[in-house]
């Protein structure tokens, strides 16, 4: 069974911190990794997407991804109440394929 | 939502009653997908679509049907709702391998 895991939370950081969230995976094959933010009642959105090994930095998210350990983590600087959501990781198996597995999520609560 | 639309949004339906969500979207994106989200299961995906026409099984498949007749339009059938079907819907599209985009969700609740 291939899966993704991630800490489910709550995560809670004091606004202005950085919050770490993390998520490892089984299937060594995996090829692409995703980040999603979501909302309460809303649908998953993208923040950011990750292929290759190392740190991806976009404005105040960076993505980091070690294959060799299976893991994936997102870091958010300078943390905003409104950053205060489900972070889902996903990960797409082998190249050109249709199949993404999902971890569960991880709550994040960024305290004013 | 990255041109992606589901109808309807809010469904509240009765126990055998058959029940047909819609995806419609404007990016011309090869794959879609339904998934549905439940507390503590995250996403898990229904069935998917690869082109007009040609769809398959995900690993929630049971009492649920799709078709895709034109690259557009992904639907999704409920052919006898149960109570355990109650959950929040949501519609993907993707090019093979890159980014899924979701669309805006339903929730249906079977009573």
């Known amino acids: 069974q291939k899966e993704v895991e991630q800490n489910s939370g709550p995560l809670s950081v004091p606004e202005g911190a950085i919050a770490s969230l993390n998520c490892t995976y089984s299937?060594?094959?995996?090829?692409?990794f995703f980040w999603y933010r979501q909302y309460s009642g809303k649908s998953p959105e993208l923040i950011m997407s990750i292929y290759s090994n190392g740190d991806k930095e976009d404005g105040r998210f960076t993505a980091q991804l070690n294959k060799a350990s299976q893991y994936v983590s997102l870091l958010i600087r300078d943390s905003q109440p409104s950053d205060s959501a489900t972070y889902l990781c996903?990960?797409?198996?082998?190249?050109?394929?249709?199949?993404?597995?999902f971890g569960t999520g991880t709550r994040l609560k960024v305290l004013a | 939502d990255a041109g992606i639309t589901q109808s309807p949004r809010h469904k509240v339906t009765e126990t055998g009653t058959p029940v047909t969500l819609r995806c419609h979207q404007t990016e011309n994106h090869r794959y879609m997908y339904w998934y549905r989200q439940d507390p503590g299961h995250g996403l898990r995906l229904i069935h998917y679509?690869?082109?007009?026409?040609?769809?398959d099984k995900g690993e929630v498949s049971d009492g649920y049907s799709v078709s895709r007749s034109k690259t557009e339009d992904f639907l999704l059938t409920l052919e006898s709702a149960t109570s355990s079907q109650t959950s929040v819907y949501f519609c993907a599209i993707s090019e093979p391998g890159d980014t899924q985009y979701f669309g805006p969700g339903t929730r249906l609740t079977v009573l």
């Open positions: 299937d060594r094959v995996s090829q692409s």
């Open positions: 679509s690869y082109g007009v026409k040609d769809t």
């Open positions: 996903a990960v797409n198996i082998g190249p050109g394929t249709y199949k993404y597995i």
